[in-house]
């Protein structure tokens, strides 16, 4: 019979295989998208959610969503820097009155 093993040791196993530290760093990027893109861009954008491989971000016109699609590549190396695996960014333009 094997001895009951310490909570501790099972619940680290679980969150281990569950990949549960790269959901918290990718949501992390949310609270750091004025930091990663700077002021001016934040001003405009929104971090809003992420899944496994994509960041969502809303845009207040088409024109930003435009240059923001052209810098994407970089705006991920940025994230890259955060140790996350984010692949895309999706961006989405939202009317300026459902802005939060």
Do not use: C
């Not at 088409?62 to 692949?87: E, G, H």
């Amino acid at each position: 019979m094997k001895f009951p093993r310490k909570i501790n040791t099972i619940l680290s196993e679980v969150l281990k295989d569950v990949k549960i530290d790269e959901g918290i760093k990718n949501w992390q990027i949310i609270e750091q998208w004025s930091k990663i893109v700077g002021k001016k861009i934040a001003q405009h954008t929104r971090a809003v959610g992420v899944d496994a491989n994509n960041l969502f971000v809303e845009v207040d016109n088409p024109l930003w969503k435009s240059q923001l699609f052209l810098m994407k590549d970089m705006i991920i190396r940025k994230l890259r820097k955060y140790n996350v695996r984010l692949k895309d960014i999706k961006f989405s333009i939202v009317n300026q009155r459902e802005k939060r």
